[in-house]
C-alpha cells in the first residue's frame, strides 16, 4: 500500500514540539506501556442484533428453551419471564425492525436496563428511530431512552403509557460476593426466536479489562444483550454485553452495580429526543483521559529483539502475542510482537478507545544494505491508513520527522484522523522506524483510537521515547 501524503499542516508545531522535547530527553529512555493488536487477536463481539437475514421476525408467542435445562435453570426461568422483554429499535418512517436486545424490569414505574449498543440508535438519531418493548406474552409497547453509559455499554428505558404496575428483578446486593465456579443464568431472546435461560458459571472477573466485567462460563447469543444474568435466588448479578468468537461458553457481563448506578440517574430523567451526541463525546472523553493516564503512568515492559529494546505494555494493560522467524524468507530473520488494551467501547455503531501496538524486528546480516534497505522501505510505507475519509471519520493528516530518542535515532510518522460527530476526539497512529544499522531495524506502531489532541501527543512522545540501542560492548 503506498505511503500516505504527508501533509505539514496544524501537527506540524506540534510534532516539532514532540521532536524537541524528544531531543532533549536522550539519557532518561523511560519505560512506556504500549499495546497492539496480535494477528491471532481474539474476537469479541457484542451478542447484539443479527442481521436481517438471519433474523425472521419474532413470533409473537414467547418459545420454550430447547436444550436440557437443570431444575434449577427451569425454576429460574419461571420466577423471571414476566420481568423479561425484548427491545426492538424500529425505524419510524417504515416502521421495519432495525435491531433487536434483550433487557429487563427493575421498576415498578417501568424502568428497563439493557446495554447502550442496543439502544445507541435512540440516543444518536431520536429522528429516525423508535423503541417498542415486547413481553413474553407477545404484549407490545412503547419505550423512551432516558439514560446510557457507553462507558460501560448500559442504558436504561421507560415503558411509555403503562399502567399496571412491571414485576421488577432485584440486584444482588453487591456485597455479597459470589464464589468461583458458582451456577449462574442468563436470560434474553436469542437471536429472536424467543426468550430463553442458559446456565454457566462465574469466573470472577476478567483480567485485563478496563472496565470491571464479570467472566460468564456460559453461552450467549446475538439478541441477548442487556438481559440479566441471575443467582439461583433469581437476583441480578449482571447484564450480558459480550461473548468470544473464537471460544465456547466464554461470556461476559456488565457488573450489577453500574446498572445500579444508572438506573438512579435515570429515575428523574427526561427522555432523550435529540441526538446526543455531546453526552456520548462527553462519556468518550472521560475515558480517554483515564486510558492515557493509565498508559503514562504505567511502565513499559522491554523487549529485546538484538540490541534493540522496543517498549511493550505492561502485562496488566495489555494482551501480547509474538511470533518468530518466517521460512519463506530464509535469510531475513523477522520477529514480530503484537499487543491490544481491552479498553474499547460501543460509540453507535462502531467501537472506538482502545491501543494497539507492534512491532517487526529486522535482522539480514546476509541481504547487503541496498537489498535489506529496499525490503524495510517497503515495510515501512505499507503500513495501512485511513486514506479516504468516511462517514464517521475524516482522512488522516501525517507529518513526519526525524527524531533522536536517546540511543536511537528513528524517522517517526504521526497521523491523525478526527471523528466527524464527536468533536475533540482523533485516532492517531504513530509510525516509528529505526535508522542506525546498514542491515537491522525495528518498525513500530501504534494505534490509539478516540484520543484527545493533547493526550495523543503525549502517547506519541511517551511511545517514542522508550526506543532504545544498547552497543555491543
Not at 6 to 28: E, G
Not at 345 to 368: I, Q, S
Amino acid at each position: 500500500m503506498p505511503f500516505p501524503t504527508l501533509r505539514p499542516r496544524p501537527l506540524v508545531s506540534l510534532l516539532l514540539v514532540l521532536a524537541c522535547s524528544l531531543a532533549t530527553a536522550q539519557t532518561a529512555p523511560h519505560p512506556a506501556p504500549v499495546g497492539t493488536p496480535a494477528a491471532h487477536t481474539p474476537v469479541v463481539a457484542p451478542p447484539g442484533a443479527p442481521s436481517p437475514a438471519l433474523a425472521p421476525p419474532a413470533p409473537a408467542a414467547a418459545a420454550e428453551p430447547t436444550t436440557a435445562l437443570s431444575r434449577d435453570a427451569r425454576r429460574i426461568y419461571e420466577l423471571s419471564r414476566d420481568k423479561l422483554v425484548q427491545i426492538r429499535t424500529l425505524l419510524r418512517n417504515a416502521n421495519t425492525q432495525a435491531s433487536i436486545g434483550s433487557g429487563f424490569f427493575v421498576s415498578n414505574d417501568g424502568l428497563i436496563v439493557t446495554n447502550f449498543h442496543v439502544a445507541s440508535q435512540l440516543a444518536l438519531e431520536p429522528e429516525r428511530y423508535r423503541a417498542v418493548y415486547v413481553t413474553m406474552e407477545g404484549q407490545e409497547g412503547e419505550a423512551e431512552l432516558l439514560a446510557f453509559d457507553v462507558q460501560r455499554d448500559l442504558a436504561v428505558l421507560r415503558a411509555k403509557a403503562r399502567t399496571a404496575r412491571a414485576p421488577v428483578l432485584h440486584f444482588r446486593p453487591a456485597a455479597a460476593a459470589l464464589a468461583q465456579g458458582e451456577r449462574i443464568y442468563s436470560l434474553g431472546n436469542p437471536l429472536d426466536i424467543g426468550f430463553a435461560v442458559t446456565e454457566g458459571t462465574y469466573n470472577g472477573l476478567v483480567r485485563r479489562s478496563f472496565y470491571p466485567r464479570i467472566f460468564f462460563g456460559g453461552t450467549l447469543n446475538p439478541g441477548m444483550s442487556g438481559g440479566p444474568a441471575v443467582d439461583d435466588a433469581g437476583r441480578v448479578l449482571g447484564v450480558n454485553v459480550a461473548k468470544r468468537l473464537d471460544g465456547e461458553e466464554v461470556s461476559f457481563l456488565v457488573p450489577a452495580e453500574f446498572a445500579q448506578a444508572l438506573v438512579q440517574r435515570a429515575a428523574n430523567a427526561q427522555p432523550i429526543t435529540q441526538p446526543a451526541y455531546g453526552e456520548v463525546t462527553k462519556q468518550l472523553l472521560v475515558h480517554q483521559q483515564l486510558l492515557t493516564e493509565r498508559f503514562l503512568k504505567t511502565p513499559f515492559q522491554e523487549q529485546r529483539h538484538g540490541n534493540y529494546r522496543v517498549p511493550v505494555p505492561d502485562d496488566a494493560l495489555a494482551r501480547c502475542w509474538g511470533s518468530g522467524r518466517d521460512p519463506n524468507f530464509p535469510s531475513l530473520n523477522l520477529q514480530r510482537t503484537k499487543c491490544q488494551a481491552d479498553s474499547h467501547v460501543v460509540a453507535g455503531d462502531f467501537n472506538t478507545g482502545t491501543v494497539h501496538m507492534g512491532y517487526e524486528a529486522y535482522d539480514a546480516p546476509t541481504l547487503g544494505a541496498a537489498r535489506f534497505a529496499r525490503v524495510f522501505s517497503q515495510s515501512f510505507g505499507n503500513e495501512p491508513f485511513l486514506k479516504r475519509g468516511n462517514r464517521h471519520q475524516t482522512a488522516v493528516e501525517c507529518t513526519e520527522s526525524y527524531v533522536d530518542a536517546g540511543s536511537l535515532p528513528m524517522r517517526a510518522v504521526v497521523c491523525m484522523s478526527a471523528y466527524r460527530k464527536l468533536p475533540g476526539l482523533y485516532d492517531m497512529t504513530v509510525l516509528a522506524l529505526s535508522i542506525n544499522q546498514p542491515t537491522q531495524g525495528v518498525l513500530g506502531r501504534m494505534d490509539v483510537q478516540g484520543v484527545a489532541f493533547d493526550n495523543g501527543m503525549k502517547l506519541a512522545s511517551h511511545y517514542l521515547q522508550a526506543f532504545r540501542w544498547e552497543a555491543a560492548p
